[in-house]
């Protein structure tokens, strides 16, 4: 996260002041670095040039689909995993290309296939049997061919929190093992289909290697299974998933260090390198969806204390923003990093870090060591540019934030703060 730094105990982001930026469009404020973003994007990619494999790196847009976001990485040359007619619109709109967009999702809508069919794009992940039947039937209504990867489900157990464990037999996502191979068949003989390619996804914010590289001999596996018996597959489509670092971001000797049971985490790093070596393999083309890995570390949530109290066991830090601008600690309990955007000596102490919404849940950190915050101080939250802005809501008719993006020595508001106007459309 080196776009975002310290420098004489005030927090920067590019060029900028955090505090400079707080005081111009208010808090909460989410900020953007453009240059984090495009080396995150290089760091992933590069590695799939060098590989010598044919590829397509399609951005996972749920995790930010702010538009200049969107351009910013169309215009890099990424296609676009999209999960919903609505992210298919915001890709086409903002500059994907059709041939590497991907639609995944267990339950599209016949308009939302109709859509995607009618816009010819690349491929849909398909996820049940039922669904390939349906849009086999609209792409025969339609006159054309609808391309198709078939996401299996592995049974694998990628070592995250549960509700982002996606390759297990208990979650929804893809088809059984046991399935499967008359999933292939089937889908295969059917008239508006073309099977180009096989996929998994096993889940997001992987650390550790192993699951990765047990998707992959899985898949090794499956596709000679499926080529014995006549289906050329072209792609295969690994999704995402590389995890990111949440602790220990910033350092300095006014910042608690924490423990961190998690040792490696660099996107694409050496270990996954490994993987993309035992892909090549396999000689097909590959598709992979980042997400989380190419926007979070690029992205802080800037809040104000509004109240600090005393409670009988524990002192809380009331903020301005909460859960409806960042569900992730109250919906994954995830750990993010808080730090003062001007740090003081003046020693740590425990606290919890909450917000104004009307839920206990409502923290952005509990338990936490950090500087004395009083009222007026403003801080960080970091690694919030992935799924920070995609999930948040009006929950207790409260406005979503403004978004800012600084690209070294410029800043450009690129959402605007919501109006209360806004509430009643
Ligand atoms: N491909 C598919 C089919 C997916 O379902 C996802 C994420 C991705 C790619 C991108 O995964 P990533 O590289 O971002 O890990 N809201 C949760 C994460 C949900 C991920 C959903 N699917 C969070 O804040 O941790």
Redesign the pocket.
């Known amino acids: 996260m080196n776009h975002f730094y310290f420098k004489d105990n005030h927090l920067y982001a590019e060029n900028f002041l955090v505090e400079d930026l707080a005081k111009e469009f208010g808090t909460p404020l989410y900020i953007y670095s453009k240059n984090q973003i495009l080396k995150n994007y290089r760091e992933i990619n590069q590695p799939l040039v060098n590989s010598k494999l044919d590829f397509i790196n399609c951005y996972?847009i749920?995790?930010n689909s702010n538009p200049e976001i969107l351009k910013l990485l169309a215009e890099e040359g990424a296609g676009a995993?999209v999960?919903s007619g609505g992210e298919l619109y915001l890709a086409l709109k903002f500059g994907y290309l059709r041939n590497k967009i991907t639609f995944?999702g267990v339950g599209k809508t016949d308009e939302e296939i109709e859509y995607a069919l009618r816009e010819n794009i690349f491929n849909f992940?398909v996820e049940s049997l039922q669904e390939i039947k349906v849009i086999s039937e609209i792409a025969h209504k339609l006159g054309v061919i609808a391309r198709i990867s078939i996401?299996v489900n592995p049974d694998i157990d990628a070592k995250t929190?549960p509700?982002?464990t996606?390759g297990m037999k208990e979650n929804k996502?893809g088809i059984d093992s046991k399935d499967i191979m008359e999933v292939f068949k089937t889908a295969n003989g059917l008239p508006n289909i073309d099977v180009i390619g096989i996929?998994s996804?096993i889940?997001?914010?992987?650390t550790e290697v192993n699951p990765y590289i047990e998707a992959v001999k899985y898949l090794g596996e499956l596709i000679q299974k499926v080529e014995k018996i006549g289906i050329n597959i072209r792609y295969i489509n690994f999704?995402?998933?590389?995890g990111v670092q949440y602790k220990n971001i910033l350092t300095h000797r006014y910042i608690p260090t924490e423990e961190d049971e998690t040792s490696r985490y660099s996107p694409l790093g050496e270990h996954v390198e490994s993987v993309i070596k035992m892909l090549s393999a396999y000689n097909k083309k590959l598709v992979i969806?980042?997400?989380?890995?190419l926007v979070a570390n690029a992205g802080i949530l800037v809040g104000k204390v509004l109240y600090t109290k005393q409670g009988e066991v524990k002192k809380f830090i009331i903020t301005d923003t909460g859960m409806n601008d960042l569900?992730?600690p109250c919906?994954?309990q995830?750990y993010h990093q808080v730090v003062p955007t001007t740090l003081k000596d003046t020693g740590f102490e425990t606290v919890d870090i909450v917000g104004p919404v009307c839920e206990t849940s409502d923290f952005l950190a509990t338990k936490r060591s950090i500087q004395v915050m009083e009222r007026g101080d403003r801080f960080a939250v970091l690694t919030t540019g992935?799924?920070g802005y995609s999930?948040s809501s009006n929950y207790n008719a409260r406005l979503r934030p403004a978004e800012v993006l600084v690209d070294g020595d410029k800043h450009y508001l690129i959402r605007e703060r919501e109006k209360v106007e806004e509430l009643h459309y």
């Open positions: 996972a749920k995790a995993e999960a995944t992940t996401r929190h509700y982002i996606t996502f996929h996804h889940g997001s914010q992987i999704g995402g998933g590389f969806e980042p997400g989380r890995s569900m992730r919906l994954y995830a992935a799924y999930l």
